[in-house]
């Protein structure tokens, strides 16, 4: 599956999430889907026992996403992978966003059957 790590992660009102810039700590940038991605590889609680095997699974999908500057080709497994850990690790609004460019199904269709869901 083809998905475009471009985008701007956008809050509930539809305005950019601000980050600082990682190579300029004093200027501020909107948030992207790639470096979103990018963090939940190399995220865990300090509490958190993973195993071995779950970090080099975890390290190779960071690589793969780092290699790609616009387009990523992912996996089932890796789609699967990266919701799991996004809605982990990731704030509500960062998460369902994410989950909304994977599986825009899992969180619209959900709207559409419940009416106390404001859309």
Request: hydrophobic content about 45%; glycine content about 4%.
């Given at each position: 599956m083809e998905f475009d790590i471009t985008g701007v992660i956008k809050d509930?009102?539809?305005?950019?999430?601000?980050?600082?810039?990682p190579r300029d700590k004093k200027k501020v940038i909107p948030l992207n889907i790639r470096?979103?991605?990018?963090?939940?590889?190399?995220?865990?609680?300090?509490d958190e026992r993973i195993t071995g095997e779950e970090k080099i699974l975890n390290f190779k999908l960071g690589l793969k996403i780092a290699a790609t500057e616009k387009t990523a080709?992912?996996?089932t497994?890796?789609?699967?992978?990266?919701?799991?850990l996004s809605k982990k690790y990731n704030p509500i609004?960062?998460?369902?966003?994410?989950?909304?460019?994977?599986?825009p199904t899992d969180i619209h269709s959900k709207e559409e059957k419940d009416p106390k869901i404001a859309k």
């Open positions: 509930f009102e539809g305005n950019p999430i601000e980050t600082l810039d470096k979103v991605l990018l963090d939940l590889c190399d995220a865990s609680f300090p080709h992912f996996t497994d890796e789609v699967v992978k990266i919701k799991n609004i960062i998460a369902g966003r994410i989950i909304e460019l994977l599986e």
